[in-house]
């Protein structure tokens, strides 16, 4: 097996002089930064979308109620009095049905054609004592703002306990504020020793502020390994099927081929991890907001770690894939056999992040399709023992080694074949048989 460093380099240089001057490579490396940018700005707007049905309303919702109970509907519509429009009208109005002559079925009936035809805008069924064991349906228009529904139901929740209170001859009021609520926060105490005079170190903790510092870290990982391992399987399913592969190949030998694009597209992907990180640091620093705070500075020396074993690994497998197709459709097939594991730890991004030491996330840890996704979400979430660390590395190093091992074998015999793909038993024999021009015999 010949293995010229100087002819990988060149390889490696060639790789990475194509990709980096083509549009798409600035298009990947700019998007997720502008579409990461585009949802924090939007979030304003959301919260202002979520209340734009109460400050663009002149007229009360009106809500229609059929109960056994009149006194309910007081005590629903009086749970809605701190609430008011813009113009000052109260932002929900209930009346209970007057017809009393009608029974259930008829007035049920005729409620709901008062909303088919918009004459109300709801109509509220509450069966039996909703005190007790009764329940209350809505029925609103197609196009009935949710948060008014949320509302409602909230109200009539209020209206219910006070009702409830009451009867049991207790002061609302009074159990209101001996129930209420505490404030809480969580704090992480840091592994840097305070500095004498000064408090101990740390940082406020919670889901929310692991979730999202934790999910930019998963899609970093997630777009290097697997886009870049995508991107090196198109390039070597062009040259295949465009023939420059056999014109490389009459001054390289395979492995050097392969070793080269590998090496190429991994420097790729650091150039874009490089740009990713400092413009992100950049944007919190002029928002003044400390890096530090949410991402401890040890973390990417060891992002970086578990990012070049996890390419390392899933870019042999695409490498593999890429030489024994005949075209780039007939390995999207293939491919999406292989993303499905990586996408498991971020179906199961909670798990990973408010359990990060437990027994069944370490052990999955080791398996090299969920390592980078597994280890830059648990990094975040706590501190891993350095062993633990080193132990993962080490297995994604070696299985990533073994994969680098079987590509070369199979790109050696793959690349230069056409026509139909290889079976599994096939590959095998490509992997452990040593003369290239017997198997493509047989």
């Not at 919190?284 to 990417?300: A, E, N, W």
Request: a neutral charge; glycine letters at 6%.
């Amino acid at each position: 097996m010949t293995f010229r460093f100087r002819n990988i380099a060149l390889v490696a240089g060639r790789e990475i002089r194509t990709i980096v001057v083509t549009k798409g490579f600035l298009l990947m490396l700019f998007l997720p930064l502008l579409m990461l940018v585009l949802a924090l700005s939007l979030m304003p707007l959301a919260e202002k979308v979520m209340t734009r049905s109460v400050k663009e309303r002149t007229t009360p919702v009106r809500v229609l109620v059929y109960t056994p109970d009149p006194g309910i509907v007081e005590a629903w519509n009086a749970s809605f009095s701190g609430q008011k429009l813009p113009n000052g009208k109260r932002v929900f109005e209930l009346t209970p049905m007057q017809d009393e002559n009608a029974g259930e079925q008829e007035s049920v009936a005729k409620g709901m054609e008062n909303v088919r035809t918009r004459q109300w805008d709801a109509f509220a069924v509450i069966h039996g004592d909703i005190a007790q064991d009764g329940n209350c349906e809505l029925h609103t228009p197609r196009g009935f703002d949710m948060a008014f529904s949320f509302d409602l139901r909230r109200g009539l929740q209020d209206a219910v306990r006070q009702e409830r209170l009451k009867k049991e001859g207790l002061d609302p009021s009074r159990i209101g504020y001996l129930t209420r609520g505490i404030e809480w926060n969580e704090f992480e105490v840091t592994e840097a020793p305070a500095a004498e005079g000064t408090d101990t170190p740390k940082r406020k903790k919670d889901f929310n502020t692991l979730f999202a510092p934790a999910m930019v870290c998963l899609m970093m990982m997630f777009f290097l390994t697997l886009t870049t391992s995508q991107r090196l399987l198109r390039g070597v399913v062009e040259e295949k099927t465009s023939r420059v592969v056999e014109i490389l190949l009459s001054s390289l030998s395979p492995t050097e081929l392969l070793a080269g694009k590998v090496l190429g597209f991994y420097v790729v992907g650091l150039i874009q991890f490089a740009c990713w990180v400092g413009i992100g640091a950049i944007a919190l620093q002029s928002k003044h907001i400390d890096l530090s705070g949410f991402i401890p500075p040890m973390y990417f020396l060891q992002f970086l770690i578990f990012l070049t074993t996890g390419y390392l690994f899933f870019a042999s497998v695409f490498a593999a894939i890429g030489a024994i197709v005949g075209d780039e459709t007939e390995s999207h097939q293939l491919q999406g056999i292989i993303t499905l594991p990586i996408i498991i730890p971020m179906m199961f991004n909670f798990v990973f992040i408010t359990q990060p030491n437990w027994w069944v996330v370490r052990l999955v840890s080791y398996i090299p399709f969920i390592t980078p996704a597994a280890m830059s979400m648990r990094l975040i979430a706590a501190p891993i023992p350095w062993w633990e660390i080193l132990s993962i590395a080490l297995t994604t190093v070696v299985f990533a080694v073994l994969g680098i091992l079987a590509a070369a074998r199979i790109f050696r015999v793959g690349i230069l074949m056409t026509g139909k793909r290889p079976a599994l038993k096939e590959l095998w024999k490509w992997c452990f048989h040593r003369d290239v021009e017997a198997v493509m015999e047989n």
